[in-house]
Each structure stands twice: as C-alpha cells, then as structure tokens.
C-alpha cells in the first residue's frame, strides 16, 4: 500500500512539474527580500536580581546559549534582533529563571550569541562550525535552525542525513556543548508565498527531512528534537476566536513574524529549562 502510494505520488510530482518549476521561478522572483534584522548578536544579561553567586566560580553560573543557523535564526522578518528569536529568547529565559527555582539556583547570568546567516543550508552551517573558534568555555545549550534551505534547494535525503550527523558530531567534539536542540521544520505548506500545487509539493519534502532530523535526535543522548507547536502558537493568540494565519509570517510570507518568534523562544525557553534542571 505504501509503496502505490509513493509511486503515485511520484507519478504526480512529474506530472506537474513544470508547473512547479514555473511557480518556483515566479515565487523567486516576486517575493521580498527582507534583510537580516540590525542590532548586536551577542552579549551577557543578568537572569535574576540576584547580586550573590550561588558558588565561588561565576563562569558555573553563567547560562552559556548560542543560536545557529539560517535566516530564521537569524531573525529575518523582524526589523532588529530584540525582536528576532535570540532577543526573544531572553525575556523568556528570565521568566522561567522567576518561576523555576532549581533554574535560577543554577545560573544567574546569560551569555548569548546568533552564528546565523540567510541562505544557509546543513552543509553551510557545517561548514561554519568548522571555520568559528573554539570558545573558551563549554557552550551549555546550542539552538540550531535548519532544513528550510535545505528543502528549497532540494538536498538529497542521505546527504541531509550525514550533514545534521556531521553538525552533532563537531557541536559536541569542538564546542563541548551539554544540550543540542534542532527546532523542527516550519509548515512550509501554510506559507502563504507559496502557492498551491507548489506548496504541497514543498511541505511533503519538508516533512520528509523533518521525519529524518527526529529520527537522527532520538539516536543521540544530549540531543533534542523541539516540535515548534505551531496549533499551540495559533491558539493562544486568536484567544478562541479564528485568525488569519498569514499573522504568524512576515510580509514576505515565507518567513516568521516577530510574533511567531516570540511563541518559538517561549517554546525553547521551556525547553531548555527542562532539560537543564531534569
């Protein structure tokens, strides 16, 4: 039964290929291009009001999070990085430090920065990795954003597979970092720039390089898949009541708002709370 479904599927996709390739050409060339958002991509902020250390070794009690990847790491759709995910990561981390007691007993401090660049695909975000130095202290949580570029660029399967291995691989070996957290592929069939039958087309691929990245995070201890709650997202801002999805995209309707941001870092600092205080 799976195997007639994917031959008619396939059958399908060759069929309406050219228009496809037509829609494809036609989306490139009419979208915006929106420009990555302007402000610092690092810095250190207090995660409580606490002036006391909770040992005799401040860099213990720094929360040490570096976010990578593509545009979308990189914030683009917001118009600085306050309002991208990084800047809206840390409020966000410094309310769970006021409601979570065994967190803000661990760290009192947030070291952050954004390695993130549009374009980006698997192998790109590798290749950074390689060329960035080595910190000096362990980075504890790294945020990874991928597969967008990846899909767009149609990346073999087996190659996006070794690539997102690779980059576990290197952020352990070379970054020593504690907690590895690939956020999931957005619905990149509800993306509003692009049109049907090219978003089908899209969000079946997407979905296939998804199901693969969950699969490579639960080989891996220290590795986290984060299921980006998009229902979640929805329900909590239309209160109930039916809204256009286009607000949770930027004017480009490929890209996150500053909106779906902030839904995306409350999800993460949730996360990364849990995993650091488990």
Not at 55 to 68: E, G, P, R, Y
Request: charged share 20%; aromatic share 6%; net charge neutral.
């Amino acid at each position: 039964m799976v195997a007639a479904t994917n031959i008619k599927s396939t059958a399908k996709d060759l069929l309406l290929a050219p228009l496809y390739l037509y829609q494809g050409r036609k989306v490139k060339r009419n979208t915006i291009r929106l420009p990555e958002p302007k402000g610092i991509r690092c810095g250190q902020v207090k995660l409580t009001d606490s002036t006391e250390s909770n040992s005799a070794d401040t860099d213990q009690d720094t929360l040490k999070i570096m976010v990578v990847g593509d545009s979308a790491a990189a914030g683009v759709g917001s118009q600085t990085q306050q309002q991208a995910l990084a800047g809206k990561l840390i409020p966000a981390l410094q309310q769970q430090a006021l409601v979570n007691k065994a967190f803000a007993a661990q760290f009192d401090e947030l070291n952050w920065s954004v390695q993130a660049t549009t374009g980006h695909t698997s192998f790109d975000i590798l290749r950074r990795l390689y060329i960035l130095p080595k910190p000096s202290q362990p980075i504890d949580v790294m945020v990874l954003s991928v597969g967008v570029n990846d899909t767009t660029s149609n990346v073999a399967v087996h190659q996006w597979q070794q690539q997102i291995e690779d980059i576990i691989a290197i952020t352990k070996r070379k970054f020593g970092v504690r907690e590895i957290i690939f956020s999931s592929l957005p619905p990149m069939a509800k993306m509003p720039a692009l049109p049907a039958p090219l978003s089908d087309f899209i969000g079946a691929k997407a979905s296939k390089l998804d199901k693969v990245l969950r699969d490579i995070c639960a080989e891996h201890q220290g590795v986290s898949y984060m299921d980006t709650d998009f229902p979640r997202m929805i329900a909590e801002h239309s209160n109930g009541t039916p809204i256009d999805i286009a607000v949770m995209f930027a004017r480009d309707g490929f890209h996150p708002s500053s909106l779906m941001y902030g839904y995306w870092a409350q999800q993460l600092a949730e996360l990364i709370t849990e995993l650091l205080t488990t």
